[in-house]
Nanobody, 128 residues
Framework: QVQLVESGGGLVQAGGSLRLSCAASGRTFTSYAMGWFRQAPGKERELVAGISSSAGRTYYVDSVKGRFTISRDNAKNTVFLQMNSLKPEDTAVYYC?????????????????????WGQGTQVTVSS
């Protein structure tokens, strides 16, 4: 079983920054593609950023390109999401997710159904 624990959420003013962390269990973390999703009330959960197991490929939804950066430290079983220039529309619960199906070190799943394990979520609120 893989456990994911998010942290780093909070309340910030528009234009501010937050860094989310996701601590993962598992002895094969280096083979997992990882993603950050978010879900606002009444909205569908969407992939915000993803990273391949080797970190050689990343993905960002258009609305966060240039503002968010996903990274990973495989030695510490941790994935990060650096969020800069935050906007009120970024307000959501942010979830860390792991894809345990190894499809190559540069592979990155972008479909929610492809992710196997989920964290409990951390709230990010951006005020105007």
């Amino acid at each position: 079983q893989v456990q994911l624990v998010e942290s780093g959420g909070g309340l910030v003013q528009a234009g501010g920054s937050l860094r989310l962390s996701c601590a993962a269990s598992g002895r094969t973390f280096t083979s997992y593609a990882m993603g950050w999703f978010r879900q606002a009330p009444g909205k569908e959960r969407e992939l915000v950023a993803g990273i391949s197991s080797s970190a050689g490929r990343t993905y960002y939804v258009d609305s966060v390109k240039g503002r968010f950066t996903i990274s990973r430290d495989n030695a510490k079983n941790t994935v990060f999401l650096q969020m800069n220039s935050l906007k009120p529309e970024d307000t959501a619960v942010y979830y860390c997710a792991a894809d345990l199906t190894y499809s190559g070190s540069y592979y990155l799943a972008i479909r929610r159904i492809d992710y196997d394990y989920w964290g409990q979520g951390t709230q990010v609120t951006v005020s105007s």
